[in-house]
């Protein structure tokens, strides 16, 4: 055999050998523009194969085809880091007999790497590939940048198929996976659509809530006695949180701060950052835009971590690991400051940790940036629906109404009063948000348990029941 | 103390419940130039409603009103005054006449409600080269007036010149408005920096109104409220300086002296006043003596 | 008086409410959707019913969109509303 390409789809999972009540897994680097997980559940589904469990770094609305496969058992059982709102309404409502299991970005890869969830075959998606398998997200119409959460299913999969659509002479130059680890090749006209692919630019909020919150945040950084040479930062792609990031480099410019790195996923704010001089590297698992894919691409201070040099607790170190500041994002928070990124106010699955509580178990400094209340509901509240990331590695809440720091920081919270910033116990934010918008009415929980969510480490953090039809 | 005034426009909700988290001193709810023709009165039900029902926690409430040119503005009063707002702001006040024609009409709702006159202050927004003009007249007019208030942008389309960040073409208006204000003995506040992403700007032009004698800043983006604040809050020198004032009068009344001296420079009435006036904003602000702090 | 032609008021941007108000001839019908309806629905409800007959409100159909909008702001919207389909 000269090359791995093979004709077809079809003949690629023949192969691969693969029989009802195996594991097929797939990474999520094209995120809303992925097509690669459709046409290999539809192949599969038209192969009769049956019982499948889809392993998924992450699920979004584009996958909602996955629902017609559960109803006829092709898909028996989901493993994810994340999944939205089309998908978690549905399992929410209890179409699947056996629960979801949601791991972390970085529990993930451990959990393949410790054998606790083997892959039988990894279907990776590559924007570009030779005919030996090397592959990358860097180049081609469907570039998505890093390749970051497809390394442990490549080297760790019993079979693996790549699927590309722009198929280039062996040797791929600058590959990212290389071809000792993949099995077949499969060339398509497309993997993805471009635009679900990447956003054009991520923007920062320009609600005047979001940029109150984001200066706080900004000063919490600046007056936490991290913010010095060799500073390293991770930031989510919400608007507060690229706003807090602007404010964060004026403020390092200005006093001149050279930090060490940034990391996670990547934005075009910390392509700034690092260009500005902020930052000597960016450690990339994940490109959210445009402008990071052309970075990671043309800078070599850009680089590309795996899932498990990211986030891995069983590895012998991870980026995270390593980790100044993170701030991250809540739909809901206790006073216990447990953190839920699962489910929505009515109790339905529409988001995931991700790397939420990778990063704050890894981080010196892992702050909340969320508003008192959206719309009409408490973000504060007595008890979160569900724990995604638990209040023991959370430091500090910024919300509009003042900055409530974990009472096991206290040295933080004085120097965060000496500071003069607004600093309220997370009680009285709880009170304040519920006088604003009236004491909700609880809402019905089911009696089956449709998704376990298991913290990094493997164990069983919560459970998310069903929500019952009305 | 009223260092910031944050304008929130007076028919979005969002800003509305979350305006009293933005860090200002004042809140300036506007039912004028923020709200169409057809939905003022929708704006007005919304401005009364949340002054009446959300806890706007410490902050003062200015109503902008519509000016006494439109149809509106009576119909503004009539819903906002039983709210008790701190300030009226009146726009486009070109004459005194136009705050005697306001005055008179607050003062008939204050008999509706039973209050007495001047329970809600009058804080004229001057915003035409004749308003400029007739700055002192419009700050003596009415013991009612409180402060009164620069608009530059609508200024400078009057002086038919164009609006810079530099803002060589007001310097007279504020100038003359300083002027008018102190000899009226009222507050006076300096025009919004428009510049939402200037985060330099503000500060340059903050300081220098500052500097020229203005109480205080409005300011359209929340951002720069926190820069407006720092500027118009006395200094820990100014306030360590006001207690040294206040304790070298209390010497003096014990010793039964006249004068009274402090660093060899006599201390008069202004001085006294000044003491007093930061001491005040200082308590205010939560911040003592230097040595409190040790 | 009651309400004697079609109006509406507020929007249907986050924080605010969409209240349609027109006349009708048996009692208060309301039909609500809101985002919060798990939590918040019999309030607002109740509330609605409140403002109309503190305006003396007694037959009107009414058509609410509420996207979270806080109890100052709903009040608001619907004394508008009211005071629009009154010809005021």
Redesign the interface.
């Known amino acids: 055999m000269n090359n791995k390409v093979v004709s077809s789809l079809r003949e690629a999972i023949e192969l691969t050998g693969l029989k009802s009540g195996m594991t097929v897994s797939f990474h999520h680097h094209l995120r809303n523009g992925d097509y690669v997980l459709n046409m290999v559940m539809a192949e599969i589904a038209r192969m009769g194969i049956r019982d499948l469990t889809v392993n998924a770094s992450s699920l979004f609305d584009i996958h909602a085809p996955l629902l017609q496969h559960i109803e006829n058992h092709v898909v028996t059982k989901i493993q994810t880091d994340y999944m939205s709102g089309v998908l978690g309404k549905a399992i929410s409502r209890g179409i699947m007999e056996t629960p979801v299991e949601f791991r972390t970005h970085g529990g993930r890869p451990s959990d393949i790497e410790l054998g606790r969830t083997p892959i039988d075959v990894a279907f990776i998606a590559a924007p570009a590939a030779d005919g030996m398998g090397n592959c990358s997200g860097k180049y081609g119409k469907s570039a998505c940048g890093s390749l970051g959460y497809a390394y442990p299913d490549a080297m760790n999969a019993k079979k693996v198929v790549v699927i590309t659509d722009n198929l280039v002479p062996y040797p791929l130059l600058d590959w990212s996976i290389p071809e000792t680890y993949v099995d077949y090749v499969v060339t398509v006209d497309a993997i993805g659509d471009p635009n679900g692919i990447v956003s054009g630019t991520t923007k920062i909020t320009r609600d005047p809530v979001g940029l109150v919150m984001a200066d706080r945040a900004a000063q919490v950084i600046r007056h936490s006695g991290l913010l010095k040479d060799g500073f390293s930062f991770q930031t989510g792609a919400g608007g507060a949180s690229l706003a807090a990031a602007k404010f964060l480099k004026d403020i390092m410019l200005k006093e001149n701060i050279h930090g060490s790195f940034g990391s996670g996923g990547i934005t075009g704010y910390m392509v700034d950052m690092l260009n500005e001089g902020c930052f000597q590297s960016l450690m990339d698992v994940q490109c959210f835009d445009l402008k990071a894919v052309e970075s990671i691409r043309t800078n070599p201070r850009h680089q590309e971590i795996s899932a498990s040099h990211y986030a891995s607790p069983s590895a012998r170190s991870a980026v995270v690991d390593s980790l100044d500041v993170v701030i991250l994002g809540a739909t809901e928070v206790d006073t216990d400051f447990n953190v839920n990124v699962h489910t929505d106010s009515n109790g339905y699955i529409m988001g995931g940790s991700g790397g939420h509580s990778d990063t704050a178990a890894g981080a010196r400094l892992s702050m909340i940036i969320a508003p008192l209340f959206r719309a009409r509901l408490p973000i504060v509240t007595d008890r979160v629906n569900c724990i995604s990331t638990p209040g023991r590695d959370i430091d500090v809440l910024v919300t509009q109404a003042g900055i409530a720091v974990n009472p096991k920081d206290a040295e933080l919270r004085q120097r965060l009063v000496d500071a003069g910033l607004p600093i309220v116990d997370i009680h009285e934010l709880k009170e304040l948000a519920e006088r604003t918008t009236g004491a909700p009415t609880h809402i019905a929980k089911g009696d089956r348990v449709v998704a376990n969510v298991i913290y990094r480490d493997g164990t069983l953090l919560d459970t998310i029941r069903n929500v019952p039809a009305k | 103390m009223r260092r910031s005034m944050l304008f929130i426009p007076g028919n979005?909700?969002?800003?509305?419940?979350?305006g009293a988290?933005?860090?200002a001193d004042a809140l300036i709810f506007d039912l004028e130039d923020a709200v169409s023709p057809d939905e003022k009165?929708?704006a007005r039900?919304?401005v009364?409603?949340?002054m009446?029902?959300?806890?706007l926690r410490r902050c003062e409430v200015i109503v902008r009103i519509n000016s006494i040119d439109t149809d509106y503005w009576k119909k503004d009063l009539d819903a906002i005054m039983p709210q008790k707002p701190h300030l009226i702001m009146l726009p486009k006040s070109g004459c005194a006449q136009d705050i005697l024609t306001a005055d008179a009409y607050m003062t008939e709702v204050e008999q509706r409600l039973g209050w007495e006159k001047n329970t809600v202050r009058l804080m004229p927004l001057i915003e035409t080269a004749l308003g400029v003009e007739n700055a002192f007249a419009i700050a003596s007019a009415s013991p009612r007036v409180a402060a009164i208030f620069l608009g530059a942008e609508d200024l400078t389309a009057d002086l038919r010149c164009k609006r810079t960040k530099g803002g060589n073409e007001i310097d007279y208006a504020r100038g003359r408005m300083v002027v008018a204000a102190r000899a009226a003995n009222v507050d006076v506040y300096d025009t919004p920096f428009t510049d939402v992403n200037d985060?330099e700007g503000i500060r340059v032009d903050a300081e220098y109104a500052k500097s020229l004698g203005f109480t205080g800043k409005a300011s359209i983006?929340?951002?720069h409220v926190?820069v407006i604040n720092e500027v118009f809050s006395p200094s820990q020198k100014d306030i360590d300086y006001a207690y040294e004032v206040m304790e070298a009068i209390r010497l003096a009344h014990e010793q039964g002296r006249g004068a009274i001296a402090l660093h060899g420079k006599m201390i008069d009435a202004p001085i006294v006043a000044r003491a007093q006036q930061t001491i005040a904003m200082a308590e205010e602000m939560g911040v003592g003596k230097a040595a409190d702090h040790e | 008086m009651d309400i004697i032609k079609k109006a509406s008021a507020g929007t249907l941007e986050s924080s605010d409410v969409y209240v349609e108000i027109e006349p009708g001839t048996q009692g208060i019908q309301l039909e609500l959707e809101s985002v919060v309806e798990q939590q918040f629905g019999d309030s607002i409800r109740a509330l609605v019913q409140e403002v109309l007959a503190e305006y003396g409100v007694e037959n009107a159909r009414l058509h609410i969109a509420d996207r979270g909008a806080l109890d100052c702001v709903i009040r608001a919207r619907v004394e508008t509303a009211v005071a629009r389909g009154k010809g005021e």
Do not use: A
């Open positions: 979005t909700p969002n800003l509305l419940i979350n988290y933005l860090g009165d929708s039900n919304l009364r409603n949340t009446k029902y959300m806890d985060d983006s929340p951002r926190g």
